[in-house]
């Protein structure tokens, strides 16, 4: 093979971009023939791990074991045309629901907002898809939803539901959840509250860190919310729709994972739900400088 490196220009960069992102290095869903900075740190930290010497370069021995630890990619992947997995489940139905009333939203779907994927949902998916380029699937990947996030306002959670979402857990909370608006966060119970003056709106299953990524406890404030976050820290590109940061990165938000394996998996520190419809909810309550308590 030709060596690859910082500047290097050429088709086989896509194809190293591509076995870099299937080997959790590169948060990338568009690859290029463009090697830059972002790629060459990626190979750095591959190389690192992989006990390789660190040069950023693109040598046989980084090649052979990068080849050894991916697939090939597909003329999908290398053309960034490729079919992803769905930004959140169908079977989500507040999800189906937004997504219902943003396609309403673009002139492809005349039917009921109602959560259900049948097939005329499938239909306007498909249909969206094709005019933004892309090949006609019944998909909702991220390089579907985002075009269509640019193109359509959020709807509210009362533009799609008619009520809060019942609550039926118990969760003890510490003294300090007792005042004010409050997200009330027990590692110990696996439960989530959000608290007003005492009185709790809803309590939810919740799921935290993997081991070794604990988040901190203690009394925060929310300094940053995004309905529509996809962290790319780890070398992945993970959803984690209606983000409340409260500590640097760490986050509450909506899970797919979480939704999928339940408590077989866990967080990088994030205190996570799995039902999008209460996300959904719980952020529409809150605004930045509101408290959340980890205990």
Known sequence: MQELRYRSQSPQVRELQVRLRLAKYLALYDVEE???????????????????????????????????????PTEAE????????????????????????????????????DGNFNAATRRAIEAWRVRIGLPASEVIDERTWTPLLRRTRNPRYAD???????????????????????????????????????????????RFAMPGWQGPDGEFRIWYM???????????????????????????????????????GGSHGCSQLRDYQVAKWLYEQLKVVDRVVVY
């Open 160 to 206: 799609l539901f008619d009520a809060p979402p019942a609550s039926t857990l118990v969760q003890q909370l510490d003294p300090r959840c007792a005042v004010g608006k409050v997200v009330c966060v027990s590692k110990k119970q696996q439960k989530m509250s959000y608290v007003v003056d005492g009185k709790v709106r809803f309590t939810r299953e919740a």
């Open 34 to 72: 463009r090697f830059g900075m972002v790629t060459r740190d990626a190979v750095l930290k591959f190389q690192r791990d992989n006990g390789l010497r660190a040069t950023g370069v693109v040598n046989p021995p980084t090649w052979t074991a990068l080849q050894a630890r991916t697939r090939a």
């Open 226 to 264: 995004n309905s529509d976050t996809v962290s790319r820290i780890f070398g992945e590109r993970t959803p984690m729709p209606y983000a409340i940061f409260y500590e640097g990165n760490v986050a509450i938000h909506y899970s797919q994972d979480f939704a999928d394996k339940g408590y077989a």
């Open 78 to 113: 290398l053309n960034n045309t490729d079919i992803g997995a769905w930004f959140v489940a169908p079977e989500q139905a507040g999800y189906m629901m937004e997504l219902q009333h943003r396609l309403r939203q673009v002139g492809l779907y005349q039917g009921a907002v």
